[in-house]
């Protein structure tokens, strides 16, 4: 099912006797096993006002079509989505809708926020084929209840995102990275904490197991000053002409090998112990967020969460061999909470997770 239009999505849920599942490029998820709803034909800018910072626009507008459009402007979206492809081995054009879904979050979340911090309003289908509308088209106008947010991670199983509202921010003038040779994770989350804790805006902070990375952005006189600064308060960091964080942001290096794959977002102390952990039993590792976001590649068929148990944090297997669930279990209250949710927007249960 492909629907044209919000209304023909709508009348598709209401008529729906079991569950579907709902997909945008199809880049974020496996194969689905279930008839799928499409949002692809849901697609295009609604609005954008540059100078106010907003755009609305169509769940299933493809990101490079949106990250298009902003860069005419000068703009972009600041929460850095990162793309699924490399990792999962899927094909198709990622969403916006998708990247919202997931709440797909790159290397900046670490300074600017997650994708959830940057929505200001939702439009999407309940499981009733009831159309919601929650928040506003322009900051000044975002009030109540806080419903779209809830939309931000749920991976539609509250409902099917339709319009997507956002603030977007200004391309900075000068980008930079520093590197520090390192291939202790300690030391490496040690810098890096140092660096954030710094009054210097870093943008970045990384380890891709043989250095620490840090990123500063915006005017070019200010970012070569804070250049400067961070490497006297770190010695040892230079400056690297290429740029290493779409590649840290979708786990490129680590989508190379045959082995399962695991995003893991923990206290930063405790992603350099879970490295240091990993890392000592052969894993491949990397670090980003100051140290609170790990990815690893492990042994196909091997459970992350019970080498983590003592840590906390919360493991997502990005894929995998055996019949480990792809999901973090959720703490009873947590789950309690959920099921509470799905029951008031999909009494149907149209939109229950797939497996």
Not at 30 to 48: C, D, E, I, Q
Not at 236 to 260: F, H, K, N, S
Request: charged share 20%; proline share 7%; hydrophobic share 45%.
């Amino acid at each position: 099912m492909t629907p044209a239009s919000e209304a023909e999505l709508a009348d598709a849920v209401r008529s729906a006797n079991a569950p579907f599942a709902i997909r945008g490029g199809g880049t974020r998820s496996p194969a689905a096993t279930r008839p799928v709803l499409s949002t692809a034909a849901l697609s295009g800018v609604v609005l954008y006002e540059p100078g106010a910072l907003t755009l609305v626009v169509k769940a299933g507008t493809p990101l490079a079509e949106v990250e298009a459009v902003l860069a005419e402007k000068s703009q972009r979206l600041a929460f850095e989505p990162m793309d699924h492809r490399p990792v999962l081995g899927t094909s198709g054009e990622p969403t916006i809708g998708g990247a919202l879904a997931v709440n797909a979050s790159g290397p900046r979340r670490v300074q600017a926020g997650a994708a959830r911090d940057f929505l200001l309003g939702a439009v999407f289908v309940d499981g009733e084929g009831t159309r919601v509308r929650n928040g506003g088209r322009v900051m000044k106008n975002v009030t109540g209840y806080d419903l779209a947010r809830l939309q931000a991670g749920a991976r539609g199983t509250l409902g099917v995102l339709t319009e997507l509202s956002f603030k977007v921010l200004p391309v900075p003038e000068r980008v930079a990275t520093l590197a520090l040779a390192c291939d202790d994770p300690s030391r490496a989350v040690a810098e890096m904490a140092r660096a954030l804790g710094s009054p210097y805006e870093v943008t970045g902070a990384a380890w891709d197991a043989a250095r620490m990375l840090l990123r500063i952005e915006g005017f070019a006189e200010s970012v070569s000053y804070r250049a400067g600064e961070l490497a006297r308060l770190i010695p040892g960091l230079v400056p690297v002409d290429e740029d290493p964080w779409p590649a840290l942001r979708d786990g490129a290096a680590l989508a190379e090998t045959q082995r399962d794959i695991w995003r893991i977002s923990l206290r930063a102390s405790h992603g350099a112990i879970l490295a240091e952990r990993l890392c000592g039993a052969g894993a491949k590792v990397t670090l980003d967020w100051g140290g609170a976001l790990l990815w690893a590649a492990v042994a196909p068929g091997t459970d992350l969460r019970a080498q983590m148990a003592d840590l906390g944090g919360h493991a997502t297997r990005l894929r995998g061999e055996g019949n480990i669930p792809a999901l973090h279990p959720d703490p009873a209250p947590v789950a309690a909470l959920a099921a509470g949710l799905r029951q008031k927007f999909d009494p149907r249960g149209l939109f229950a997770p797939e497996g």
